[in-house]
T-cell receptor
């Protein structure tokens, strides 16, 4: 049958600017969160993770913020580069450490 | 380190045939591997958890007789899509956890694009 149009939320960002990608998670019992980057036709690539006993963690050019009160996770990318163009997924660890993925956000970097 | 190899990267088959996808951890041992499927513009949906030496655990709504999982060694899990139909066309991705590392970090394969004609 005909599928309803599916469109990922898209963030267009100028090269060199900072990007912020948001994610709302569903399970208040989740205690481990990860951001993945997925390029077209490839598997997810680990970016950064954070445990629930922290509210901020920094990596190379990336920062993850966790707000457990409102069950919100964000990924900040500093000085966005063309190679950052991809779909970004947040994931939360649930029972038995199985990962549940969020819906994904498309980032398009404009040169 | 921590490389997961998935093969084949793409496959086209006729309706009614079976397709086997392999997932190998190349430089670590994985007691647990996970199989996901992903439709275009959608997120990854967990299909099943593959445990070395035991039966796989399937997510609700996933037919275990349709998607056969075998995890016969610490470095290999296979997913067989039996009697494939066009609606099984999807991107299948495996992931594995390094049993030597005491964390939840998963390493993903590069995915297999299945197209059923």
């Amino acid at each position: 049958g005909e599928s309803v149009g599916l469109h990922l939320p898209t963030l267009s960002v100028q090269e060199g600017d900072n990007s912020i990608i948001n994610c709302a998670y569903s399970n208040s019992a989740s205690d481990y969160f990860i951001w993945y980057k997925q390029e077209s036709g490839k598997g997810p690539q680990f970016i950064i993770d954070i445990r629930s006993n922290m509210d901020k963690r920094q990596g190379q050019r990336v920062t993850v913020l966790l707000n457990k009160t409102v069950k919100h996770l964000s990924l900040q990318i500093a000085a966005t580069q063309p190679g950052d163009s991809a779909v970004y997924f947040c994931a939360e660890a649930r029972g038995n450490n199985r990962l549940a993925f969020g819906k994904g956000n498309q980032v398009v970097v404009i040169p | 380190g921590a490389v997961v190899s998935q093969h084949p990267s793409w496959v086209i088959c006729k309706s009614g045939t079976s397709v086997k996808i392999e997932c190998r951890s190349l430089d670590f041992q994985a007691t647990t591997m996970f199989w996901y499927r992903q439709f275009p513009k959608q997120s990854l949906m967990l299909m099943a958890t593959s445990n070395e030496g035991s039966k796989a655990t399937y997510e609700q709504g996933v037919e275990k007789d349709k998607f056969l999982i075998n995890h016969a060694s610490l470095t290999l899990s296979t997913l067989t899509v039996t009697s494939a139909h066009p609606e099984d066309s999807s991107f299948y991705i495996c992931s594995a956890r390094d049993r030597a590392r005491n964390n939840e970090k998963l390493f993903f394969g590069s995915g297999t694009q299945l197209s059923v004609l």
